[in-house]
């Protein structure tokens, strides 16, 4: 064994082979010695385990394979073919073209970032959205940070820290990536008071802790993911308003959802207002369709209490986001919020969706691929309206699932497809360019076809047989 393994070459050695030479011409000698580096090591590995190598133990064609992916970055744009919109996992709400375009002049030189331009004097990041925020959301006054995780933990340790906050057992939920509600409230200093049932929970619950607790906050959390349905009860944002206005009670809303459309069917950050939160939080890629941040509205108060916090400063937006939410905030103000990409996939129409369904699968066919436009739901994701089903429309190609959704991800762009009833199948309600997707698709399915020839072969040889897991991206957070 020792010998075999003394025997695999040097990585100099591999390095002035003409095709490697040739390799680290096109992509970069860095790149190409991390390719060469990897292709000895999984030969060395090989060798370790039992394999016999072939006559040649560190084959050109693995070190240009490898040389091709080290010479693409790590975080890459993908095709997202699952239907689910706000999909965390692949970064929620695509940005519109304006909002791209502001990020790239703020990012590429200098800026007014903290700096009043009328005095001189420093100034405050969040102050630019302010005022879009006021009058879009209805708000006395707004801060944001980087995200709404952060956004609510910044609330809580500014209001509630030394103190307490009443939730509902209904409310205590997780809303994803470990961000629990019992364990951010542990966190930030501030003591959970539980109050109702899991299903059930009257004004009358927060009174009675209210009054055995008269410093106390009420926090209202939207389950997010979760819903609730059945014997359920649960007081409006108005009773709690109105009681917590009684007790002389900070009312803090975690809401998750940006909406700033009612029609889409979430309650929304200025109808919380409008009942009498004092403090309401929502996330900037959810249904407001723009970029991750946490956007804090409310009373002048408690804004100014949340923004003087020192955890202000360790959350604090950069430049990219804000000019980005900047651009998005526009949009809405000038009633172009139609343009939106991620508005615009919500609303995507059955009929728009089967005909853009139709237009892939004849590409497709025309390049050989089997396939059938099939009826697809879609979700909203990020949390946002859990129960609601998007009607929509996709391809469904005849396969075997693990191995095409494998070369699908391994494709450029990887497409992230579903797997229905055994079959994958591509929704194409988050798809903005169908010949792209075509493309993509043919070429994923001459390499699951070559992998699985490899696969049958090893199988008959009595090796590994095809993939167990299926890889399925509903299975992740969404
Ligand atoms: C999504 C969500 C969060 C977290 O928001 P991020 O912007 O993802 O950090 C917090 N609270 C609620 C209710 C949410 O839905």
């Known amino acids: 064994m020792n010998e075999r393994l003394r025997s695999l070459p040097s990585v100099d050695e591999v390095l002035a082979r003409p095709a490697v030479r040739a390799l680290a011409e096109r992509v970069g000698r860095a790149a190409a010695k991390a390719a060469v580096r990897a292709a000895i090591a999984e030969s060395r590995a090989r060798l370790q385990s039992g394999d016999d190598l072939d006559d ?188 917590a206005r009684e007790k002389k009670a900070l009312l803090l809303h975690d809401l998750g959802s940006g909406a700033l459309d009612a029609a889409l069917g979430e309650f929304t950050a200025s109808q919380s207002l409008k009942e009498g939160t004092d403090l309401v939080l929502v996330s900037g890629d959810k249904l407001l369709g723009g970029p991750q941040a946490g956007i804090m509205l409310g009373r002048r108060e408690m804004v100014e209490r949340c923004r003087k916090h020192p955890l202000s400063r360790a959350l604090r937006a950069d430049r990219m986001l804000l000019a980005a939410l900047e651009a998005t905030l526009r949009l809405y103000r000038d009633g172009r919020a139609d343009e939106l990409p991620a508005l615009q996939a919500l609303k995507a129409s059955p009929s728009e969706l089967r005909q853009r369904a139709t237009r892939a699968a004849l590409l497709l066919q025309e390049k050989g691929i089997a396939c059938t436009v099939v009826e697809s739901e879609g979700q909203v994701g990020g949390g946002s309206l859990p129960l609601r089903k998007l009607e929509g429309a996709g391809i469904a190609l005849a396969d075997v699932p693990g191995p095409l959704l494998a070369a699908l991800r391994a494709g450029d762009p990887p497409v992230i497809a579903l797997v229905r009833d055994g079959r994958v199948v591509l929704d194409v309600r988050c798809v903005s360019d169908v010949a792209e997707l075509a493309d993509a698709v043919a070429e994923a399915a001459v390499r699951a076809t070559a992998q699985k020839d490899d696969k049958l072969a090893l199988a008959a040889e009595g090796g590994p047989g095809p993939a167990q897991s299926t890889g399925d991206p509903l299975d992740l957070e969404v």
């Open 56 to 243: 040649e133990p560190v084959p050109d064609a693995r070190v240009l394979e490898l040389g091709a992916s080290e010479a693409k970055p790590r975080l890459r744009r993908v095709i997202n073919a699952t239907g689910v919109v706000l999909h965390t996992n692949l970064g929620r709400a695509p940005l519109h073209a304006e909002a791209v375009r502001r990020v790239a002049e703020i990012a590429s030189g200098y800026s007014n970032l903290e700096i009043d331009l009328g005095t001189g004097r420093r100034g405050q990041r969040s102050a630019h959205l302010e005022p879009v925020l006021r009058e879009l959301f209805g708000a006395e006054a707004a801060h944001v940070v980087n995200n709404c995780a952060g956004a609510t933990m910044l609330a809580l340790a500014a209001l509630g820290k030394g103190g307490a906050a009443i939730v509902s057992r209904g409310e205590l939920v997780e809303i994803g990536g470990g961000f629990r509600v019992p364990e951010i409230l542990a966190q930030s200093g501030c003591r959970l008071i539980e109050v109702g049932t899991t299903n059930r929970t009257r004004a009358g619950d927060y009174a009675a802790a209210l009054e055995a607790n008269p410093e106390a906050m009420i926090l209202r959390v939207h389950r997010s993911n979760f819903a609730l349905v059945g014997f359920t009860e649960a007081p409006s944002m108005g009773e709690l308003a109105a009681l």
